[in-house]
């Protein structure tokens, strides 16, 4: 399989840890460092898997944490002074700590110049399912779709999927049928792209055709509560009002 993402254009290693402490609701001055190595390269594997070019910088964060891993199992020795040596992950929390800052002062930024930006506003498509209304969503980045593709191919039972033999598709052929399919629709679930019988080549090609098209801010995805249906749309109809400027 020759097409390559680069997954450093979308998140970045610090990203996906602060994710997985959001996500396992951890104190972050009090990191179970096991656990959140174990989700790591968990989540590591899970990219390669799907032929995500990783940046560098993921395996160095990976190797940190199991250097900080292996110094948590050591003894605890007190100083001179009778003071015990300095937390391992006193470090890591320092950097996690400024980039969080950082990009929560860059997201309030951005919420500045795209008044409403979090409101899902869904055009009258004559579906039923356009009673959710005017209600607050979240947008969700690529570390939550790895998860919810893990789901769905761990419901498809024992298979591999990165077993390819046909030619007769390609990513770009699907991001261009996924943009006829979104401006018809409006608005589609993540099941609903990946579409449905489910063959493992048009799982992963639609996958990489999602993360293209959100590298490209061509679409965005949001989701209204955890565990809830993630849903996509033409970036263009995010805006409250139908407002396609972006």
Same mark, same amino acid.
């Given at each position: 399989?020759?097409? @390559? !993402?680069?997954?450093?254009?979308?998140?970045?290693?610090?990203? $996906?840890?602060?994710?997985?402490? *959001?996500?396992?609701? !951890?104190?972050?001055?009090?990191?179970? =460092?096991?656990?959140?190595?174990?989700?790591? !390269?968990?989540? !590591?594997?899970?990219?390669?898997?799907?032929?995500?070019?990783?940046?560098?910088?993921?395996?160095?964060?990976?190797?940190?944490?199991?250097? =900080?891993?292996?110094?948590?199992? %050591?003894?605890?020795?007190?100083? +001179?002074?009778?003071?015990?040596?300095?937390?391992? *992950?006193?470090?890591?929390?320092?950097?996690?700590?400024? &980039?969080?800052?950082?990009?929560?002062?860059?997201?309030?930024?951005?919420?500045?110049?795209?008044? /409403?930006? /979090?409101?899902?506003? @869904?055009?009258?498509?004559? /579906? /039923?399912?356009?009673?959710?209304?005017?209600?607050?969503?979240?947008?969700?980045?690529?570390?939550?779709?790895?998860? #919810?593709?893990?789901?769905?191919?761990?419901?498809?039972?024992?298979?591999?999927?990165?077993?390819?033999? @046909?030619?007769?598709?390609?990513?770009?052929? @699907? =991001?261009?049928?996924? $943009?006829?399919?979104?401006?018809?629709?409006?608005?589609?679930?993540?099941?609903?792209? %990946?579409?449905?019988?489910?063959?493992?080549?048009?799982?992963? &090609?639609?996958?990489?055709?999602?993360?293209?098209?959100?590298?490209?801010?061509?679409?965005?995805?949001?989701? *209204?509560?955890?565990? +809830?249906?993630?849903?996509?749309?033409? #970036? #263009?109809?995010?805006?409250?009002?139908?407002? #396609?400027? +972006?």
């Amino acid at each position: 399989m020759d097409y @390559r !993402i680069k997954l450093e254009i979308f998140e970045g290693p610090l990203d $996906l840890l602060l994710y997985l402490i *959001r996500k396992n609701e !951890i104190d972050i001055y009090d990191i179970p =460092i096991s656990l959140i190595t174990e989700q790591y !390269i968990s989540y !590591i594997d899970a990219m390669k898997s799907l032929n995500l070019d990783l940046a560098g910088e993921y395996l160095v964060l990976a190797a940190t944490l199991l250097h =900080i891993k292996s110094r948590m199992l %050591l003894p605890v020795h007190e100083t +001179e002074g009778g003071e015990e040596e300095d937390d391992p *992950r006193a470090e890591l929390v320092r950097q996690l700590l400024e &980039y969080r800052t950082f990009k929560e002062a860059a997201l309030e930024m951005e919420r500045m110049k795209l008044l /409403d930006r /979090d409101f899902f506003t @869904r055009k009258d498509t004559g /579906d /039923d399912r356009a009673d959710a209304g005017e209600r607050p969503v979240r947008e969700i980045g690529v570390f939550e779709l790895v998860e #919810a593709f893990q789901r769905v191919i761990a419901g498809m039972g024992d298979m591999h999927i990165m077993e390819m033999e @046909r030619n007769d598709m390609s990513v770009s052929q @699907r =991001i261009s049928e996924m $943009l006829d399919l979104l401006r018809e629709k409006k608005t589609l679930t993540f099941e609903e792209l %990946l579409g449905m019988p489910r063959e493992r080549r048009q799982l992963v &090609y639609t996958f990489l055709a999602l993360l293209e098209l959100m590298k490209m801010r061509v679409v965005r995805a949001f989701q *209204r509560a955890p565990y +809830e249906a993630i849903r996509v749309c033409v #970036a #263009a109809e995010v805006d409250v009002g139908g407002d #396609a400027q +972006e």
